[in-house]
């Protein structure tokens, strides 16, 4: 079983529509939580990060956290055709180590 | 302007040929990283590095080697490259103290 799990998509989204992505992890140590935005043939951008249980906000996007069901997710709002990438989820591990455990990542679009 | 940088950006060799892909960033950051992203496998560890003279596996070292001697620079070696190395490659960098990984913007490499 992988550490992390992140449906791969392909998700379509009419322009303004509400999107949720997912995943699950199974590692406890597990202590930062972040979601990275990568378009085509790009390097991936750091969106949103948290150590929390609990929701957090920027703008048209929300992380949300929950540790005791091991599952964190990301909303966006008002979702536009900008914004269709692949969306990674990102975990790390601070006990003695310091990696990164990258999910598989959603491939989103949004239809104008 | 803050970045990340990486050489070559595409490079097609033959195994069992050594070749190195130099990383270098100029925001001063102590942490320094290697993945390698493949379809649907996502962006794996390669290596990391906390700061100069220090490194660690992530979850994928078999096969690489890295070095630290300057802050700015964290090349990947491949002593021997196979096939299964094949991948696009991204090195990131972060401050300590911060979540927050700057990509470079990769590197398509094909072993045959």
């Known amino acids: 079983q992988k550490e992390v799990e992140q449906d791969p998509g392909p998700l379509s989204v009419p322009e303004g529509a509400i999107v949720s992505l997912n995943c699950t992890y199974s590692?406890?140590?597990?202590?930062?939580f972040m979601w990275y935005r990568q378009y085509s043939r790009k390097g991936p951008e750091l969106l949103m990060y948290?150590?929390?249980?609990g929701n957090k906000e920027d703008g048209r996007f929300t992380a949300q956290v929950d540790k005791s069901s091991k599952y964190i997710s990301l909303f966006i709002r008002d979702s536009q055709p900008s914004d269709s990438a692949t969306y990674l989820c990102?975990?790390?591990?601070?006990?003695?180590?310091?990696?990164?455990?990258f999910g598989t990542g959603t491939r989103l679009k949004v239809l104008a | 302007e803050a970045q990340v940088t990486q050489n070559p950006r595409y490079l097609i060799t033959v195994t069992g040929k050594k070749l190195t892909v130099t990383c270098s960033q100029n925001?001063?950051?102590?942490?320094m990283s290697w993945y390698r992203q493949d379809p649907g496998l996502g962006l794996r560890q390669i290596y990391y590095?906390?700061?100069?003279?220090?490194?660690d596996k992530g979850d994928v070292p078999e096969g690489y080697k890295v070095s630290r001697k300057e802050k700015r620079n964290f090349p990947l070696i491949l002593e021997s490259p196979s096939p299964n190395q094949t991948s696009l490659y991204f090195c990131?960098?972060?401050?300590?103290?911060?979540?927050?990984?700057?990509f470079g913007p990769g590197t398509r490499l094909t072993v045959t």
């Open positions: 590095s906390m700061n100069v003279e220090v490194t």
């Open positions: 925001m001063n950051h102590e942490y």
């Open positions: 990131a960098s972060r401050s300590t103290g911060t979540e927050e990984q700057y």
């Open positions: 590692n406890s140590a597990f202590q930062y």
């Open positions: 948290t150590y929390s249980s």
């Open positions: 990102a975990m790390i591990t601070t006990s003695g180590t310091y990696k990164y455990i």
